[in-house]
């Protein structure tokens, strides 16, 4: 059985000191909760204070992004060696990221190598945009998501796939339980012709997308989904919260 993970993408919110409320407010409810792994990705500028913060607990951490060289002269970026000493999630791939700057399939896949590489799990995010959905090619730009970012790619470590339609990003238009479920099913099956039954049983995939305390349920319920991947509400302690209960008390694995 796989444990589901709820994974907080704080976005570019937050100052440190808002973080240090944030992570303040839900750490202790967090904890207590053990069936569901709780992920929390602040901005870069407060990863080393969450760290700290979290520290002793059965909280983990996640960066929002990462760069793929392992040092050098790449001014402002991010490396690999740097996030594994602070965190266990990295979140690659994301709508917002591919959209606002223009990261390829290429690019994608040398994060992903890149974090693998130092022992990071990576949060892959996918998904089609609206007029891609309306034109009945979900399936086929997932498909091809997955071809360009794992190409290559033999082994997945501790993999996580996210998947996020565009138009439910941000938007409060939730996609349905249904079709998330049925979505995630094909990208399973597409998984499993690449690395077998046993790699895509253990995987990991999450649904994102408008993802509140008011519908979780719907998605959670669903047998395909592991979980989800949370922006606006988890900036909210008490959503956040009753995001990871709802999931616990539905998927009782542990
Ligand atoms: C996200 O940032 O990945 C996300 C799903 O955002 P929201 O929950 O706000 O739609």
């Given at each position: 059985?796989?444990?589901?993970?709820?994974?907080?993408?704080?976005?570019?919110?937050?100052?440190?000191?808002?973080?240090?409320?944030?992570?303040?407010?839900?750490?202790?409810?967090?904890?207590?909760?053990?069936?569901?792994?709780k992920?929390?990705?602040?901005?870069?500028?407060?990863l080393?204070?969450?760290?700290?913060?979290?520290?002793?607990?059965?909280?983990?951490?996640?960066?929002?992004?990462?760069?793929?060289?392992?040092?050098?002269?790449?001014?402002?970026?991010?490396?690999?060696?740097m996030?594994?000493?602070?965190?266990?999630?990295?979140?690659?791939?994301?709508?917002?990221?591919?959209?606002?700057?223009?990261?390829?399939?290429?690019?994608?896949?040398?994060?992903?190598?890149?974090?693998?590489?130092?022992?990071?799990?990576?949060?892959?995010?996918?998904?089609?945009?609206?007029?891609?959905n309306?034109?009945?090619?979900?399936?086929?730009?997932?498909a091809?998501?997955?071809?360009?970012?794992?190409?290559?790619?033999?082994?997945?470590?501790?993999?996580?796939?996210?998947?996020?339609?565009v138009?439910?990003?941000?938007?409060?238009?939730?996609?349905?339980?249904?079709?998330?479920?049925?979505t995630?099913?094909?990208?399973?099956?597409?998984?499993?012709?690449?690395?077998?039954?046993?790699?895509t049983q253990?995987?990991?995939?999450?649904?994102?997308?408008?993802?509140?305390?008011?519908?979780?349920?719907?998605?959670?319920?669903?047998?395909?989904?592991?979980?989800?991947?949370?922006?606006g509400?988890?900036?909210?302690?008490?959503?956040?919260?009753?995001?990871?209960?709802?999931?616990?008390?539905?998927?009782?694995?542990?």
């Open positions: 059985m796989r444990v589901a993970v709820i994974a907080g993408n704080c976005k570019m919110n937050t100052t440190v000191s808002e973080a240090i409320q944030l992570v303040n407010e839900m750490r202790q409810g967090l904890d207590e909760i053990d069936s569901v792994d992920v929390i990705c602040p901005p870069f500028i407060s080393a204070t969450v760290k700290e913060l979290i520290k002793g607990s059965s909280i983990k951490l996640g960066a929002q992004n990462i760069y793929f060289e392992e040092k050098g002269a790449y001014t402002g970026e991010i490396s690999p060696l996030l594994a000493d602070l965190c266990e999630f990295v979140i690659i791939g994301h709508s917002e990221r591919r959209h606002y700057f223009n990261e390829s399939g290429e690019i994608v896949n040398k994060k992903i190598q890149a974090a693998l590489k130092v022992g990071l799990k990576p949060i892959l995010c996918i998904g089609e945009r609206l007029e891609e309306e034109t009945g090619r979900t399936e086929e730009v997932v091809e998501q997955l071809r360009s970012s794992l190409a290559g790619i033999d082994y997945l470590g501790g993999l996580v796939i996210a998947y996020e339609p138009w439910a990003i941000g938007t409060g238009k939730a996609a349905t339980g249904e079709w998330a479920n049925e995630i099913g094909f990208i399973r099956r597409n998984i499993s012709q690449k690395y077998g039954k046993r790699v253990d995987l990991r995939i999450l649904y994102g997308g408008s993802v509140t305390a008011d519908n979780t349920a719907e998605f959670i319920n669903q047998p395909e989904i592991d979980g989800a991947l949370v922006g509400a988890s900036l909210k302690a008490s959503q956040f919260l009753s995001i990871v209960k709802q999931t616990s008390e539905i998927k009782q694995v542990r």
